[in-house]
Nanobody, 115 residues
Framework: QVHLVESGGGLVQPGGSLRLSCAAS????????MGWYRQAPGKQRELVAL???????NYLDSVKGRFTISRDNDKNTVDLQMNSLKPEDTAVYYC?????????WGQGTQVTVSS
C-alpha cells in the first residue's frame, strides 16, 4: 500500500513557476514508476510527466521544455517543476505511483494560472 500526498499548488500568473511535490509513504518507493497527471474541468485526466524506477522520463508534448519531473528515493518524494506556466496548464494535478497492476493516487492539488 502506498499513500500519496501532493503539495505546492496555487495561483500563479502566466509565465510564472510552481513546484509541486508528492510525498509517498510505504515501502519500495524506488521500485515504482511515479507520474504526474492533471485534469481540467470538462476534460479527461492526462499524463503530464512520469519517471520510471530506472530514471527514464516521459512528458506530455505541450509541457516539454517547461516542466521537469524529479524524484528522491531517499526521501520518497517526486517533484514537478513547472516553468513558463500558461493558462491552459490550469488543472488539478495528481501524483500517481504505479508498479505492475497496482496504482495509487494522491488527492490532487489545484494549479491555477491566471492574471
Amino acid at each position: 500500500q502506498v499513500h500519496l500526498v501532493e503539495s505546492g499548488g496555487g495561483l500563479v500568473q502566466p509565465g510564472g513557476s510552481l513546484r509541486l511535490s508528492c510525498a509517498a509513504s510505504g515501502s519500495m518507493f524506488s521500485m515504482f514508476t511515479m507520474g504526474w497527471y492533471r485534469q481540467a474541468p470538462g476534460k479527461q485526466r492526462e499524463l503530464v510527466a512520469l519517471m520510471t524506477s530506472s530514471g527514464v522520463t516521459n512528458y506530455l508534448d505541450s509541457v516539454k521544455g517547461r516542466f521537469t519531473i524529479s524524484r528522491d528515493n531517499d526521501k520518497n518524494t517526486v517533484d514537478l517543476q513547472m516553468n513558463s506556466l500558461k493558462p491552459e496548464d490550469t488543472a488539478v494535478y495528481y501524483c500517481q505511483a504505479r508498479r505492475y497492476l497496482n496504482e495509487y493516487w494522491g488527492q490532487g492539488t489545484q494549479v491555477t494560472v491566471s492574471s
